[in-house]
């Protein structure tokens, strides 16, 4: 069975800090891998995903991601963040017809 | 046009009571789910239903149970609703291909809250 770990709970920055938001899996099958973000009372977004080809992969909002297979790891990054960046970070990997298995989520607030 | 749309977006109601959640998706997908956020903010799958096939994640108590009409279509039932059952339950749909894996469109949630 996949699962998803995401090391970090509760993380703070200040504007303008560098963000990397860890997320490691466990699946026997094919990699699917997703970020997706949920502002303060809106649905989930999605971020960026990996499929397969270049493992670093480039999303909306100025993040990226990168898939290192050995460590079973892909690690969300975005240079510098902003105010409006505060949000749930969930990482997620593919179930195909058995859907998304999630991590516990980051809850990241940022501090103008 | 809202893509994944779900209705009610508030449902408060006693223990014991019997509920449904209705969500549509007008992306032509083949594929839909159903999560649940607990208060923790933790996601977990609770079904997908795909060309008339249901997978159900085995830890869902029976009281729930997942219904398409169509393809457009899974709604969410819900009887003898427990405490427990408070959280915010999102609809999603994505096109599940042999050859690829698309990512999956949200609804916006329904916050449920039994009393």
């Known amino acids: 069975a996949q699962s998803v770990s995401q090391h970090n709970h509760h993380v703070i920055l200040s504007e303008a800090a560098s963000l990397e938001l860890g997320c490691n899996y466990s699946?026997?099958?094919?990699?699917?891998l997703f970020w997706y973000v949920q502002y303060p009372g809106q649905h989930l977004q999605l971020l960026l995903k990996y499929f397969s080809g270049d493992p670093l992969v480039k999303g909306i909002k100025g993040f990226e991601a990168e898939f290192i297979k050995s460590k079973f790891s892909f690690n969300l990054r975005k240079p510098s963040v902003q105010w409006s960046d505060t949000a749930e970070y969930f990482c997620?990997?593919?179930?195909?017809?058995?859907?998304?298995?999630f991590g516990k989520g980051t809850h990241l607030i940022i501090q103008p | 046009d809202t893509a994944v749309s779900q209705t009610p977006k508030y449902l408060v109601t006693q223990m014991g009571n019997d509920k449904s959640i209705k969500c549509e998706q007008n992306?032509?997908?083949?594929?839909m789910y159903w999560y649940k956020q607990d208060s923790k903010k933790f996601l977990k799958i609770m079904f997908s239903?795909?060309?008339?096939?249901?997978?159900i994640n085995e830890t869902v108590p029976n009281r729930f149970s997942p219904k398409s009409p169509d393809k457009a279509h899974l709604n969410l039932h819900i009887n003898s609703l427990e405490l427990g059952d408070s959280a915010v339950y999102f609809c999603?749909?994505?096109?599940?291909?042999?050859?690829?894996?698309?990512?999956?469109?949200f609804g916006p949630g329904t916050r449920l809250t039994v009393l």
């Open positions: 699946y026997g099958g094919t990699v699917n």
């Open positions: 239903y795909n060309n008339k096939e249901l997978i």
């Open positions: 999603a749909s994505s096109q599940v291909s042999l050859s690829s894996y698309n990512e999956q469109f």
């Open positions: 997620a990997v593919r179930g195909g017809a058995d859907g998304l298995t």
């Open positions: 992306l032509g997908h083949d594929t």
